[in-house]
C-alpha cells in the first residue's frame, strides 16, 4: 500500500481500539473501506427478457451461436425484440458487432453494465431523442457527432439522408455539416 514504511511497525488491540507504532519517521495511512473493496457487478438471472431495439434503418438479423437454428429477426427500425440476458451474453461474446455498431438499443443501464457494453453507447442520443438531434443548432450537432461511436454514425447518416431526401432537413449549413461528418454522399 502507498505511504506504508514497513521498517519497524508494531500495531496492537486495546479494549476495540486499533493503534499502530512506527519507528525510524515511517508513516502509516489507513486505507478506506472503498479502496479495498472489490467492485461488484449486480448479478442478474440469465433468464431475464431483454427490449431490445433495431436501430438500423431496414431488416436486422441475429443467428444464435448457443442455440441451433435460433433467429431473431427485427422487420423495421424501431423494431423491439426481447432478448434473454444469457442469449445477449452470447451475441456479445460471438457477434459484438451489434452493440460496437449500436445495431441494437439497450434502455435498462443494468444490463448495459451487466454485459459489459456501456461503452458502445455512452454519448449516444437515447432512442427517443435521436431523431430530433438534426434540428439542434449547428454546434450542437457538432459536438454530439464528434462524440459518438462510428457504428452509431452509420445509423445517424441513413436517418440523415432519408431527411435530406424528404426536405425534413432543409437548412443548406446543415446538410453541409452532415456531409462532412457523416461522410454523406447526396445530392440536394
Not at 438534426?134 to 452509431?152: H, R, Y
Request: hydrophobic share 35%; charged share 30%.
Amino acid at each position: 500500500m502507498k505511504g506504508i514504511n514497513m521498517s519497524t511497525t508494531k500495531s496492537t488491540t486495546s479494549k476495540g481500539v486499533a493503534t499502530s507504532n512506527t519507528t525510524k519517521g515511517a508513516t502509516t495511512k489507513k486505507a478506506s473501506t472503498s479502496e479495498c473493496k472489490k467492485v461488484e457487478h449486480k448479478q442478474l438471472p440469465l433468464d431475464t427478457m431483454v427490449a431490445c431495439t433495431n436501430m438500423t434503418s431496414g431488416k436486422l438479423i441475429y443467428i444464435s451461436t448457443r442455440q441451433m437454428g435460433f433467429t431473431i429477426e427485427w422487420e423495421h427500425e424501431g423494431d423491439v425484440e426481447y432478448i434473454e440476458l444469457g442469449e445477449l451474453v452470447t451475441m456479445r461474446n460471438s457477434q459484438r458487432a451489434f452493440f460496437e455498431k449500436n445495431w441494437i438499443a439497450i434502455e435498462d443501464p443494468e444490463v448495459k453494465k451487466f454485459l459489459r457494453v456501456n461503452a458502445y453507447y455512452d454519448g449516444i442520443p437515447s432512442i427517443d431523442d435521436y431523431e430530433d438531434l438534426f434540428n439542434k443548432p449547428d454546434s450542437e450537432i457538432l459536438e454530439i457527432l464528434k462524440g459518438v461511436p462510428d457504428g452509431f454514425k452509420e445509423i445517424l447518416a441513413n436517418k440523415a439522408s432519408k431527411m435530406i431526401s424528404d426536405g425534413t432537413i432543409d437548412s443548406r449549413k446543415t446538410i453541409a455539416l452532415l456531409k462532412s461528418e457523416l461522410n454523406l454522399d447526396i445530392e440536394e
